[in-house]
């Protein structure tokens, strides 16, 4: 590789990691304040947390927002319980409730789904917010959660194609970056190690979030991506500072 080429490359390989990390750090963030403010709604409800409970991650506004919880009875007796949606609808304080009632026979399990419109969406239409409680049937206690979903405005795609052609520029921006940049000179081995750590943090967050919906890890790989940018961007501030020689006096 020539001296002239490899300016060219670092500087090619940092525009395509802001590419990437924007892409990123947008997707993270969307579905983390999701989660938080769904966490927010309905608190008070009393009962143990509801972990199967699911919810869409991010849809648009042609499509529903869905939510599913996945039940089943472990004893050797039929139970009767239900099941008691709540959507907010266009205020956090303006609810909308719905009751479910079913029963399972021993070993039967059932899945419920619950759809609404993204036209019910609270803070301008941003996000659904969503929330299950299932009874309780002796002894298996009473259960609750609530999930809300990020409602993207992007005319002619759904919300899973968002998700993957999001996660897929955030990858190969932050990656094909990461390597130009590690073929030039101009990148240091902690330069390297910081690009690396910012595209680890994204894909631990997105694929905690797409797997599981833990929208606190993905907030708190947001916040590490963020911290970890701030340090590169100080360490490369220093560098040039250092480089540049003080006036000799005469």
Not at 73 to 81: A, S, V
Request: hydrophobic residues 50%.
């Amino acid at each position: 590789m020539n001296a002239t080429s490899r300016p060219s490359l670092s500087r090619w390989g940092t525009l395509l990691f802001i590419i990437g990390f924007v892409a990123g750090a947008w997707l993270l963030g969307g579905i983390a304040w999701a989660g938080l403010e769904a966490s927010l709604f309905d608190a008070g409800v009393a009962g143990e947390h509801l972990s199967s409970l699911r919810c869409s991650l991010v849809i648009t506004p042609d499509e529903s927002a869905r939510a599913w919880i996945r039940l089943s009875n472990p004893l050797d007796r039929p139970i009767q319980q239900f099941v008691r949606w709540r959507l907010a609808r266009r205020h956090i304080l303006l609810v909308d409730e719905e009751k479910v009632s079913f029963s399972l026979e021993p070993a039967e399990k059932l899945i419920l789904q619950h759809c609404c419109e993204p036209s019910a969406g609270v803070y301008g239409g941003r996000f659904v917010m969503i929330s299950a409680y299932v009874s309780s049937a002796y002894p298996i206690p009473a259960r609750a959660g609530s999930c809300g979903v990020w409602v993207v405005h992007i005319p002619r795609l759904k919300g899973v194609h968002i998700l993957i052609l999001g996660s897929l520029l955030a990858v190969a921006g932050m990656g094909a970056g990461w390597r130009l940049r590690g073929r030039t000179q101009a990148s240091d081995n902690s330069s390297e190690g910081a690009l690396a750590l910012m595209l680890a943090f994204f894909i631990i967050g997105m694929g905690s979030a797409w797997l599981f919906r833990w929208w606190v890890v993905a907030g708190l790989a947001e916040l590490l991506m963020l911290l970890t940018l701030a340090v590169w961007l100080f360490q490369r501030i220093d560098q040039r500072w250092l480089q540049v020689k003080p006036p000799i006096e005469k």
